[in-house]
């Protein structure tokens, strides 16, 4: 499976983006989906996951502001991320295929790129 991560930008405190990863090859249907940043200095963290079934799970600096979807006929998952604020500031990536313990960078299968996103104003 390929990631392709894409809809990062800058943008103001309070406002919103959607991130879109795009994989290649079917198998993804069958995957869990998730979302990580790294800020500048610091370690990869854990956003949000999406079991192949669609049940989700969100960091709770994320939770009620960040909403992790999926479209298997188009073989993309997305990340709304609402009332953005200045700490949300990272490099965010996408991954595909984990275990139960899908908190941890090292127990996923497949990355894709990173893309940016800077809230500021």
């Known amino acids: 499976v390929q990631l392709q991560a894409s809809g990062g930008g800058l943008v103001q405190p309070g406002g919103s983006l959607r991130l879109s990863c795009a994989a290649s090859?079917?198998?993804?249907?069958?995957?869990?989906m998730g979302w990580f940043r790294q800020a500048s200095g610091k370690e990869r963290q854990f956003v949000a996951h999406?079991?192949?079934?669609?049940?989700?799970s969100y960091a709770d600096s994320v939770k009620g502001r960040f909403t992790i979807s999926r479209d298997n006929a188009r073989n993309t998952g997305y990340l709304q991320m609402n009332s953005l604020k200045p700490e949300d500031t990272a490099v965010y990536y996408c991954?595909?295929?984990?275990?139960?313990?899908?908190?941890?960078?090292?127990?996923?299968?497949?990355w894709g790129q990173g893309t940016q996103v800077t809230v500021s104003s």
């Open positions: 991954a595909a295929q984990s275990n139960t313990r899908f908190q941890y960078p090292p127990n996923w299968g497949y």
């Open positions: 090859g079917r198998a993804f249907r069958n995957y869990s």
């Open positions: 999406i079991s192949w079934s669609g049940a989700t």
